[in-house]
């Protein structure tokens, strides 16, 4: 069971910034794939991110974005840590909602669906006021 927990939710002005963190308590966290999703307020849980890992050449693989965050943010990960990062730059008020860290085994060479993530953390809220 591997345990997940986001954190650097909070609020900030449309065109700022955040950085999102997430801990996982595994310590084969190199053998999962990272993703975040979110979650607006009366919507369904959305892709946002993900990131794929090469134990072989202990490097990221492979990154997918939803087309909505294209070009705003980043994904990324610190096997050393067990953390994966969402560094989100020219926030938007559509961005407003609960970031959500999910780890699968396997790779998925392609965006998630909710039904792929294996593992959740709790949320962590993001607020972008305009």
């Known amino acids: 069971q591997v345990q997940l927990v986001e954190t650097g939710g909070g609020l900030v002005q449309a065109g700022g910034s955040l950085r999102l963190s997430c801990a996982a308590s595994d310590r084969t966290f190199s053998n999962y794939a990272m993703g975040w999703f979110r979650q607006a307020p009366g919507k369904e849980r959305e892709f946002v991110a993900a990131?794929?890992?090469?134990?072989?050449?202990?490097?990221?693989?492979?990154?997918y974005y939803a087309d909505s965050v294209k070009g705003r943010f980043t994904i990324s990960r610190d096997n050393a840590k067990n953390t994966v990062y969402l560094q989100m730059n020219s926030l938007k008020v559509e961005d407003t909602a609960v970031y959500y860290c999910s780890a699968r085994r396997g790779l998925l060479l392609r965006p998630w669906t909710v039904s792929e993530g294996d593992y959740w953390g709790q949320g962590t809220q993001v607020t972008v006021s305009s």
């Open positions: 990131i794929n890992w090469s134990a072989y050449t202990w490097s990221s693989t492979s990154t």
